[in-house]
């Protein structure tokens, strides 16, 4: 696989509208900072903020942010895909919304970085954040993260305290 474009909190004016009719021999990933509609199968549908989607090779591709300036994450990626997706459960051109959505954003971060720079392994090193990257989507549809409804950034916040406390067993914490 490789990754030929990658970007990451890339801006769009208001009104922002793209429709591509076949997007070619690559798949595109999005990860949408802001709220746009997108057209899947002849059907609009709102996305909120932290949505990602990832389309199939020569998929139709619509988008339009009518509400807000567009803010978004995204890649380019040429290869061989389906494997990954089956093994991951995830289907194309499905919205997925991952509970750390800034975790996106930094692996997009770390791919766009690495397409400039062409670092030694850079090929094993995108592949592997590529794989981070849908397994963050494929738990995404997991029970628990729906059934309890906690949002990213209360969900971090625990994480961060639960870190907390497991690395100063030397201090009196209390929870009182």
Same mark, same amino acid.
């Given at each position: 696989m490789h990754i030929t474009k990658a970007k990451a909190l890339w801006p769009e004016r208001k009104g922002f509208?793209? *429709? *591509?009719q076949s997007t070619g021999d690559q798949y595109i990933f999005l990860h949408l900072l802001s !709220?746009?509609?997108?057209?899947?199968?002849?059907?609009?549908?709102?996305? *909120?903020?932290? $949505?990602?989607?990832?389309y199939n090779k020569y998929d139709y591709q619509e988008f339009v942010?009518?509400?807000? !300036?567009?803010?978004?994450?995204?890649f380019h990626l040429q290869g061989e895909l389906d494997r990954l997706m089956e093994q991951? $459960?995830?289907?194309?051109?499905?919205?997925?919304? !991952?509970? &750390?959505?800034?975790k996106i954003t930094q692996i997009l971060q770390d791919l766009e970085q690495e397409c400039?720079?062409? $670092?030694?392994? $850079?090929?094993?090193?995108?592949?592997?954040?590529?794989?981070?990257?849908?397994?963050?989507l494929?738990?995404?549809?997991?029970?628990?993260?729906?059934?309890h409804g906690?949002?990213?950034?209360?969900? &971090?916040?625990?994480? *961060?305290?639960?870190?907390d406390f497991h690395t100063r067993f030397d201090s009196d914490l209390s929870v009182n």
């Open positions: 509208h793209l *429709r *591509r !709220p746009v509609k997108i057209r899947i199968k002849d059907q609009w549908i709102s996305v *909120r903020r932290g $949505g990602c989607i990832l942010s009518d509400e807000d !300036p567009l803010l978004h994450d995204y991951f $459960g995830l289907s194309y051109t499905t919205v997925y919304y !991952p509970q &750390n959505s800034d400039m720079t062409k $670092g030694s392994f $850079g090929s094993e090193f995108c592949n592997a954040k590529l794989q981070e990257l849908l397994i963050i494929a738990r995404s549809t997991d029970q628990f993260s729906a059934s906690i949002d990213g950034q209360t969900y &971090n916040r625990f994480l *961060r305290l639960r870190q």
